[in-house]
C-alpha cells in the first residue's frame, strides 16, 4: 500500500478529459466488512459504445482513504487490470484493492483518469476531497454523504445519483445493472453524426426481442455541442413494442455556425416493462451525437434575367453553395444586396427569412436579407428600377465574403413584360396549358408614368427560345399557342417563328408543356416598327419571363403483383418482411412520364413513405428498403426497386413525395392503392407442457393403471406469428386477419408411453382423449395466439397382466402434425408437447382377506387393503388416502352371515375391515367385491382380470388359520 504525508488536496490540475467525460463513471463501490478476505470492488461503467477496450485500458483508478495524518491510496490501478468480461461493466475486485482499508464509507475519493491524466470521473465520500480535481466538475452526481453502509451504487445506473441503504450491503450487482430487470434484453443505443441543421436519429436497439411492451426513457444531455444553440433538447419515452427490436429517437439540431465539431448525449434509463416493473438492461445508455461543422460558405449563385422593364421588376434568385459547390441547407447567415447603377427597390418574391428595409422605398439599390432555414439556401427577390440602367447585383456575406457580381440586367423603357393569368398561377404543370399575357410597356419619357403601348394592335411576329438554367433536364420543348404555335427552340431563332394576336398593346398566351424543365421565355419584337428610332428605324422590344419551372403533376406508385387486397378476405400479396418491387413515374397532368425527370442538374427524386389501411387499430409497422430514390435511379421518368419490405401483416398504401421540385415548386406527391394482403412468414411455437394430474396425492403421489387422469396443469401452446425478418407482426390478430384457427392446429395422439415398457418389453400402452382445443388472442397488442388444450381431456395407462411392472413415472409426448393457417403459414418447427408428471404409475390391486371364526361370535371381521406391484411383489399401498369404498358394491349371499353396510375412504391403503355378522349356522360365504379395472386382479390365474373376492368360514374353532391342504379321513 502506498502512503502520503499530510492530508491535502494532491490532484494534478489537468482538467476534464473533453474526450471520456460524460461516457464512462464510477458506478458502484462496495465492501462487505472489515477483513481482507470479504468481498470488495469498484465498478466502472462505460457509457457509450463509442468506448472500446482500446480506449480504457491506459485509464487508471485510484482509491484514497485518510489514516491518521496521512493518505493511505492504492495508487493508480489500471483498468486493463480490471475484470471486463462483463463490458460496459468493468469490475475491480480483492485481487486489485488488497486492503480493506482503502474503501472507508466515512471517507474516501475515486478518481478515474484516462492515460493522459485528465479526469474522466471523481467521487467524494463525505467531506474528504485529497484527489479532487478543482478544475473538472464531473459530467454526473460526484458526492456522497458519509454512511455506515456497505454499498454504494449509481441510479439509475450509469449516470444517476449515488445511494445507499444504511447498514447493509444493499444490493450487490457487480458486473450489471443497478436498476434491476436483469431477465430482460440488453438495450443499447447508438450514434450519429449529422450536419448542422440535420436532425440526428438515433436507433435504440435490443439484443433480443422483447416478450412485452419495453419503455425506456431518454433525455439529451449538453457536452460541447449547447442544447437551444446546437440542438433542440429533447425528452420523452421510447416504446419498443413486443416482438420489435429496435425503436428511433429524433433530435433536431441547429444551425448554430459552429466551424468546430462539438457533440451531445443522448441517455437511456429506467427500461420497464408497461407495469413500471424493471424490464431489460441498458448496457450502452449514451447516445453520442456527434455535430460537423458548419460547412464553409463556398460562395453565392445569383440567377437575373437579361433584360426586364421598368414598369416590372426582375426577379432575382440568390443560392448559397458550400465549399464543394453544393446548396447549403440550413444556412441562416445574411447577405446585402447591391446594384451597381446605386439605384432600385427590392421587395421578398418567396422566402421565409427577412427583408431588411421592408417596404424598400428609398431607391439607393440597397437591401439585406436575413436566410431562415427553412429556405434550404435559396431565396427569390424582386428587384424594381424606374431608370433605364443596364446594372448588375452584387451579393455579399455581411462578414464582406464571400461575394459575387451577377451577369448584366438591362431595364427598358419599352418592353414586352411577360405574366402569366393562368388560375394556378407560376405553378407550372407538365403536360397542362397555361395561360399567359404579353404586354407591350413602356416609361413615358416626359414623367415616371408607365403603361401599355396602346398602338400595339394586329398580328405581331415575334422570336422566341428559351434560355435553359443549370438544374434544366433539357427535356422535350414546350410550345407556345398564339396565331402559330411552334415548338420553342433553346436558341434564339434567325427569323421570327412566332406571332401573337395583340390588342391595345396585350396579347393572350397559352403555354403547352410536355416536360419538366426550368427555363425562361425570351422574346423579341425587331420588325413590327410599332417603336422606331429617330430615323423611323424599329427600335427591338425585348421581353424575358420570370425562371420558370416545371414540375410534375404526380407520381404513379405501382406494387408488381399487387393484388390490392381491399380487406382481410382479399388475396395473398407477399409476406411480411420480404422483398417486393415499387414502380414509381413521374407523370404529367395528361398521364404520361414525364421523361426528363431525374436528369437535372441536381438531380431530383423521391421519398417513399407508408400508411396502414387495414387492421383498424393496428400498428404502422416498419417499411424499409430503398426509400430515398435519387434521381439517377430514374429514366425516362421511371424509376424502380425491388427491394422494399413491410414488417406487418394488413394492408398499406404507399406514397411517393418530392417536397419541392428543384427547391421551388410546390410538392409533387403520389399514392398507390392499395398494397396487401401481407401475410406473416411462419408461426413461431412455444410450449407451457401443462401438468397430468395424480390420481392420489395424500401421501407420494402416483396413479394406477387404468385410471383415467386429466390435468392439473393445461398444457398451452404460445403460436407468434413472425415476418421474414424473424420479428413478430402483431397485427394478425387483428381485424380478421387471423386466419389461424384451433382446428388448424394438429396433434399426435400417443399410443404409448416414451419410455416405460410391458413386461414383453413392448412400450407401454396408453390412451389418449384429446378433445377440440381452444384458441385465443394473448393480449391487446399483441400478434400471439394461445392454444390450449381441453379439460375435459383423459389420460389412460392401459393396464393388463402384461403392464404389471415396478412402478414408473409418465412420460408422455404429444407431438404436433402442423399448425398451418389457411393461408398456408406453417409453424417453423413442431416441438412435442411433454407434459410434467410429477407422480408414479402403479400396478395396483384391492386385496381381501379370507376370515375363519365360529359360528357363535357377534362379529366376524375381514381386512382388506390396496396393493401395488413393486417389481418383486405386491405391497400394501401405504400411499393410498384417495380410494373409496362402499358394501353396496359387494355381491355376498349372506348364507351365514349378515354383512354391516358401511363406506369410507381408505386410510393408508387400508380399509374397514368389514363386519359380519354370524347367523349361528356353520359354513362358508364367499363375498366378490366389484371394483375398478385398476384394482383388479389375476385371482384365479387364468390370465384374466377379475374382481377380488375372499371367503368367511363360520364354524371352525381353531382360529383365523389358513389351511393349504386338509383332507379327512
Known amino acids: 500500500m502506498f502512503l502520503f504525508g499530510l492530508v491535502f488536496s494532491h490532484g494534478v490540475w489537468a482538467a476534464c478529459s473533453p474526450q471520456y467525460k460524460g461516457l464512462a463513471t464510477i458506478n458502484e463501490v462496495h465492501q462487505l466488512s472489515q477483513g481482507n478476505s470479504n468481498t470488495r470492488l469498484v465498478e466502472v461503467k462505460v457509457l457509450s459504445s463509442l468506448i472500446t477496450s482500446d480506449d480504457y485500458h491506459d485509464w487508471t483508478l485510484e482509491i484514497c482513504s485518510p489514516t491518521g495524518n496521512t493518505a493511505l491510496c492504492t495508487g493508480e490501478l489500471s483498468l486493463s487490470d480490471f475484470d471486463d468480461s462483463t463490458y460496459p461493466w468493468v469490475v475491480a475486485d480483492t485481487g486489485l484493492i488488497l486492503s480493506e482499508e482503502y474503501i472507508n464509507f466515512d471517507e474516501m475519493d475515486l478518481i478515474l483518469k484516462a492515460g493522459n491524466g485528465q479526469t474522466i470521473d471523481y467521487l467524494q465520500v463525505g467531506e474528504y476531497d485529497y484527489q479532487q480535481d478543482a478544475t473538472c466538475t464531473p459530467a454526473y452526481d460526484w458526492q456522497a454523504p458519509a454512511s455506515n453502509t456497505k454499498t ?15 447498514g447493509n450491503s444493499g444490493d450487490i450487482t457487480e458486473g450489471t445493472t443497478n436498476d434491476g430487470g436483469e431477465d430482460g434484453p440488453g438495450v443499447s443505443i447508438d450514434n450519429v453524426t449529422v450536419a448542422q441543421g440535420q436532425p440526428a436519429v438515433f436507433t435504440v436497439s435490443l439484443a433480443t426481442p422483447a416478450v412485452t411492451d419495453l419503455l425506456v426513457d431518454f433525455e439529451t444531455r449538453s457536452d460541447t455541442a449547447i442544447a437551444g444553440i446546437d ?7 421510447l416504446t419498443i413494442p413486443a416482438g ?4 428511433t429517437v429524433t433530435v433536431p439540431t441547429l444551425f448554430s455556425g459552429q466551424t468546430v465539431e462539438t457533440r451531445f448525449n443522448l441517455n437511456l434509463s429506467n427500461a420497464r416493462d408497461t407495469t413500471g416493473s424493471p424490464y431489460g438492461q441498458i448496457s450502452s445508455q449514451l447516445g453520442v451525437g456527434t455535430i460537423l461543422p458548419a460547412p464553409p460558405l463556398g460562395g453565392f449563385g445569383v440567377d437575373v434575367p437579361e433584360v426586364a422593364s421598368v414598369c416590372g421588376t426582375a426577379l432575382v434568385t440568390v443560392r448559397v453553395f458550400n465549399g464543394l459547390g453544393n446548396i447549403l441547407s440550413g444556412y441562416d447567415g445574411t447577405i446585402f444586396l447591391q446594384t451597381s447603377s446605386g439605384r432600385g427597390d427590392w421587395r421578398l418574391g ?3 427569412g427577412i427583408l431588411s428595409p421592408d417596404p424598400d422605398t428609398d431607391n439607393d439599390g440597397f437591401a439585406s436579407y436575413q436566410f431562415a432555414p427553412a429556405d434550404d439556401g435559396v431565396v427569390q427577390l424582386r428587384l424594381e428600377n424606374s431608370s433605364a440602367d443596364e446594372l448588375t447585383v452584387n451579393v455579399r456575406d455581411s462578414s464582406g465574403s464571400p461575394s459575387i457580381v451577377s451577369a448584366p440586367i438591362q431595364f427598358l423603357e419599352n418592353a414586352l413584360v411577360i405574366g402569366i393569368t393562368d388560375s394556378a398561377g407560376a405553378d407550372l404543370v407538365a403536360q397542362r396549358d397555361h395561360e399567359l399575357q404579353v404586354q407591350a410597356v413602356r416609361q413615358d419619357p416626359d414623367g415616371d408614368e ?17 434560355s435553359r438554367s443549370a438544374d434544366d433536364p433539357a427535356g422535350e420543348a414546350p410550345s407556345a399557342l398564339g396565331v402559330t404555335s411552334p415548338t420553342i427552340p433553346d436558341a434564339e431563332p434567325g427569323t421570327p417563328n412566332l406571332t401573337l394576336s395583340f390588342s391595345n398593346g396585350t396579347a393572350p398566351l397559352s403555354w403547352r408543356t410536355t416536360d419538366v424543365g426550368q427555363y425562361r421565355l425570351n422574346l423579341v419584337d425587331d420588325s413590327s416598327g410599332f417603336v422606331v428610332d429617330v430615323n423611323g428605324q424599329p427600335i427591338p422590344v425585348v421581353g424575358v419571363s420570370d425562371l420558370w419551372t416545371v414540375r410534375p403533376d404526380r407520381f404513379d406508385v405501382a406494387v408488381a403483383g399487387n393484388p390490392a387486397a381491399a380487406d382481410a378476405d382479399g388475396a395473398v400479396f407477399e409476406t411480411s418482411g420480404a422483398p417486393f418491387e415499387v414502380t414509381v413515374t413521374a407523370l404529367g397532368a395528361a398521364g404520361a412520364p414525364t421523361i426528363s425527370y431525374g436528369q437535372e ?17 393496428g400498428i404502422d409497422g416498419e417499411l424499409s428498403g430503398s426509400l430515398t430514390i435519387p434521381g439517377a435511379s430514374f429514366e425516362n421518368g421511371v424509376a424502380r426497386m425491388a427491394d422494399l419490405a413491410w414488417s406487418e401483416v394488413g394492408i398499406i398504401k404507399l406514397q411517393a413525395e418530392n417536397p419541392g421540385y428543384l427547391s421551388v415548386a410546390p410538392v409533387v406527391n403520389g399514392e398507390s392503392t392499395s398494397v396487401g394482403r401481407f401475410i406473416p412468414a ?3 411455437l412455444a410450449v407451457d407442457t401443462g401438468e397430468l394430474e395424480p390420481a392420489c396425492s395424500s401421501g407420494a403421489s402416483y396413479a394406477y393403471t387404468g385410471q383415467s387422469l386429466g390435468w392439473s396443469l393445461i398444457p398451452e401452446l404460445f403460436i407468434t406469428p413472425y415476418n421474414s425478418q424473424d420479428i413478430e407482426t402483431r397485427n394478425y390478430t387483428l381485424g380478421g386477419f387471423r386466419k389461424l384457427a384451433a382446428p388448424d392446429v394438429v396433434r399426435q395422439v400417443p399410443v404409448s408411453d416414451e419410455n416405460a415398457l410391458t413386461i414383453s418389453g413392448a412400450p407401454y400402452p396408453v390412451t389418449l382423449s384429446l378433445q377440440p382445443g381452444t384458441l385465443e388472442n394473448a393480449a391487446a397488442g399483441s400478434g400471439e395466439m394461445i392454444y390450449q388444450f381441453s379439460s375435459d381431456d383423459q389420460v389412460t395407462y392401459l393396464k393388463s397382466l402384461a403392464a404389471r411392472v415396478a412402478p414408473f413415472g409418465p412420460d408422455l409426448r404429444i407431438g404436433l402434425d402442423s399448425v398451418s393457417d389457411s393461408d398456408g403459414v406453417n409453424a417453423s418447427t413442431l416441438p412435442d408437447i411433454q407434459p410434467s408428471a410429477p407422480f408414479q404409475i402403479r400396478y395396483g390391486r384391492l386385496q381381501m382377506e ?4 365360529p359360528e357363535t361370535v357377534d362379529e366376524l371381521f375381514m381386512p382388506f387393503s390396496a396393493e401395488y406391484w413393486n417389481g418383486s411383489g405386491f405391497v400394501t399401498n401405504t400411499d393410498d388416502g384417495c380410494t373409496a369404498w362402499n358394501t353396496a358394491d359387494i355381491t355376498d349371499p349372506e348364507a351365514y352371515h349378515s354383512l354391516v353396510a358401511d363406506s369410507s375412504v381408505l386410510a393408508g391403503g387400508v380399509g374397514g375391515p368389514l363386519v359380519l355378522e354370524p347367523n349361528g349356522d356353520r359354513g362358508t360365504d364367499t363375498l366378490s367385491w366389484d371394483m375398478p379395472t385398476w384394482l383388479e386382479g389375476d385371482w384365479n390365474q387364468d390370465g384374466a382380470l377379475e374382481d377380488p373376492s375372499a371367503t368367511a368360514t363360520f364354524g371352525v374353532f381353531r382360529g383365523n388359520d389358513r389351511i393349504v391342504y386338509w383332507r379327512e379321513r
Open 450 to 466: 408607365c403603361g401599355v403601348i396602346p398602338d400595339y394592335n394586329g398580328n405581331v411576329v415575334l422570336k422566341a427560345w428559351l
Open 244 to 247: 420489435g427490436l429496435s425503436g
Open 850 to 853: 379370507n376370515v375363519y371364526g
Open 231 to 237: 440542438f433542440t433538447a429533447t425528452t420523452g419515452t
Open 682 to 684: 411462419y408461426f413461431g
Open 152 to 166: 454504494l451504487a449509481r441510479t439509475p445506473d450509469g449516470t444517476g445519483d449515488w445511494g445507499f441503504s444504511s
Open 350 to 352: 418567396s422566402g421565409s
Open 601 to 617: 442538374g441536381t438531380p431530383q427524386g423521391a421519398f417513399i413513405t407508408h400508411t396502414l389501411e387495414a387492421p383498424s387499430g
